[in-house]
């Protein structure tokens, strides 16, 4: 199938993306299937060895494993671009993958920013308001 926002707008390049690159619905829900289920498998992975003592909350560890994948993708999709780029066989192109990567950019970036937020904030609160302070 082709994609649906593609064909809504062009049929000749929904066309072009099917036959030339191999992009279609089948091959972006699969390359993000993969690339979802990778990640999710690595962030249980270590959340696992997670030390409550040494991080003192689950969030700030949840930072640290949103990191890793936000690393880990980007090395992902950049070498995937380069070997396209190199090899210049469009149809190696991992779509799914590359949408799921900006995708975690967005919103890891954001969920980092707002734990950030909340720990300095509450920490700045904390004491100048001292542990009393309603």
């Not at 060895?49 to 994948?69: M, N």
Request: charged share 20%; hydrophobic share 45%.
């Amino acid at each position: 199938l082709p994609l649906p926002f593609v064909s809504t707008i062009n049929n000749d390049l929904s066309k072009s993306l099917m036959t030339n690159f191999n992009v279609d619905m089948w091959s972006v829900t699969r390359g993000a299937a993969v690339a979802v289920l990778i990640n999710s498998l690595i962030a249980y992975i270590h959340q696992l060895f997670c030390d409550p003592s040494e991080y003192g909350s689950r969030k700030l560890y949840e930072v640290k494993t949103r990191k890793i994948l936000k690393y880990s993708n980007l090395i992902a999709s950049a070498s995937n671009v380069i070997y396209v780029a190199i090899s210049k066989d469009m149809k190696k192109l991992d779509v799914g993958g590359l949408i799921v990567t900006i995708y975690r950019l967005i919103t890891d970036t954001k969920f980092i920013r707002q734990v950030k937020e909340d720990f300095i904030f509450g920490s700045y609160k904390d004491m100048i308001m001292g542990d009393d302070a309603v």
